[in-house]
């Protein structure tokens, strides 16, 4: 089910933030729609089922709006929420050992043109080893990889979101894409 229709969040989020702080429905309904489709994509880059994705989003934006007052503006709004989310789905992940679903289709290949019948069938199957690859990394190398290829978040704005010195966000991207790229080339 989706709970969302993204729209992109005002410039100034001083008088939005000062609107959800009061409490009132509207701004948390326009959060959703700006933020649901992107947090969700990430959680389940994150923790590999889309129905627990949803389940982690739905929580992050419940937390969010019962710590809104804690919101001191040090970081965007948007980089916030997705520590939250982080938060939780490192939590998630901690609470019970479970089995990664490969997230489906929800972290495109981007292709620049329509490729032939075979070359999409080894599209797909590449973008399926990449997909099974990112769920082998360690939490916070995916996460990092996350933000910052599908989520088009700076080294500024996921070290924010993460808790993370910019130069270890950047040290976590560069080990995640040294192992991808090794896992690539070792997998059939």
């Known amino acids: 089910m989706v709970w969302w229709v993204e729209r992109p969040m005002p410039e100034d989020q ?10 009132e429905e509207t701004a948390v ?18 923790v590999g089922s889309a129905a627990d994705a949803e389940d982690l989003a739905q929580e ?25 989310a982080h938060n939780l789905a ?17 972290m495109p290949d981007r292709p620049s043109a329509e490729p032939a019948a075979a070359q999409q069938v080894e599209a797909s ?9 990112l769920a082998r990394l360690p939490p916070q190398q995916r996460a990092v990889v996350i933000l910052r290829t599908w989520q088009d978040l700076s080294f500024r704005e996921i070290a924010s979101a993460l ?13 995640a894409l040294k192992n991808l790229r090794r896992q690539m080339e070792t997998t059939p």
Request: no cysteine.
């Open 29 to 46: 309904r326009e959060l959703i729609r700006s933020y649901g489709g992107p947090l969700v994509r990430f959680l389940g880059g994150m």
């Open 163 to 175: 808790a993370l010195a910019e130069g270890t966000a950047k040290a976590h991207y560069f080990f």
């Open 14 to 23: 001083t008088e939005w933030v000062e609107r959800l702080r009061a409490g």
């Open 125 to 133: 199957e590449n973008a399926g080893r990449l997909r099974a690859a």
């Open 60 to 84: 992050a934006f419940v937390r969010l709006v019962e710590h809104a007052a804690e919101f001191r503006g040090e970081s965007s709004l948007k980089t916030y929420l997705f520590r939250i």
């Open 90 to 106: 490192l939590n998630f992940l901690a609470s019970a050992p479970r089995r990664y679903e490969v997230y489906p289709d929800e």
